[in-house]
């Protein structure tokens, strides 16, 4: 079955960046919808940012023109290059994936089937 393992978070000072990746395994066909998504102590999962089959991205509005996903199909993985770092930006952040749903639903946690183990991202100021 499908396995997304995460891996890239760490700890920064604001203003500056990390690079989350998310290796893919175990799917039988291709493409594939996936998204990050991020989990701060005391709040809801909310959806971060999200590309579909035909590589069209959304994103929070939150973290417009600082952050951006990316795809390697040839290396099954994905990517979010995270600049600009807020203290805000401080949570757990899980890469998802499904092989059905579309760009209207990206940025839903409920309409994903596949989650990895998630990776910490922590933010000081």
């Known amino acids: 079955q499908v396995r997304l393992v995460e891996s890239g978070g760490g700890s920064v000072q604001a203003g500056g960046s990390l690079r989350l990746s998310c290796a893919a395994s175990?799917?039988?066909?291709?493409?594939?919808?996936m998204g990050w998504f991020r989990q701060a102590p005391g709040k809801e999962r909310e959806g971060v940012a999200g590309?579909?089959?035909?590589?069209?991205?959304k994103y929070v509005d939150s973290v417009k023109g600082r952050f951006t996903i990316s795809k390697d199909n040839a290396e099954n993985t994905l990517y979010l290059q995270m600049n600009s770092l807020k203290p805000e930006d401080t949570a757990m952040y899980y890469c998802?994936?499904?092989?059905?749903?579309?760009?209207?639903?990206?940025?839903?946690?409920?309409?994903?089937?596949?989650w990895g183990q998630g990776t910490q991202v922590a933010v000081s100021s």
């Open positions: 998802a994936a499904d092989d059905v749903l579309g760009w209207w639903w990206l940025l839903v946690p409920g309409r994903y089937n596949y």
């Open positions: 175990g799917y039988t066909y291709r493409p594939y919808c």
């Open positions: 590309i579909d089959s035909d590589a069209i991205t």
